[in-house]
């Protein structure tokens, strides 16, 4: 652990809706995933874990989220933020 910072286990990062495909099965539920550019297309989809997006970045697609999903969206001062809290980062294209 980071100096009172708590660690996540581990960030995902997701930047296009394919690339669910190749991490959709090694998310856990104690995980934390990033939507950001094209992924946040997949914010209404089910996804494991702890889901985060770019509020930017739905902005400039005029994406809107379901009510039911529960999804935080984050600035990019956020986005660094957990970016250091995450022991690990995994970048998904």
């Known amino acids: ?20 495909l190749s991490c959709n099965e090694l998310i856990k539920d ?16 089910p996804i494991p874990g702890i889901v985060y ?7 400039a697609r005029g994406f809107k989220i379901l009510k039911r999903r529960k999804i935080k969206l984050i600035d990019y001062k956020e986005f660094v933020e957990l970016s250091c809290r995450a022991d690990k980062v995994c970048a998904w294209f």
Not at 6 to 11: A, G, I, R, S
Not at 53 to 59: E, I, P
């Open 1 to 20: 652990m980071r100096r009172g910072v708590e660690l996540l286990m581990m960030l995902h990062t997701i930047n296009k809706p394919k690339a669910l």
């Open 30 to 45: 104690s995980d934390s995933v990033l939507l950001l550019e094209d992924g946040v297309y997949l914010a209404n989809e």
């Open 53 to 59: 997006a770019l509020k930017r970045d739905l902005q």
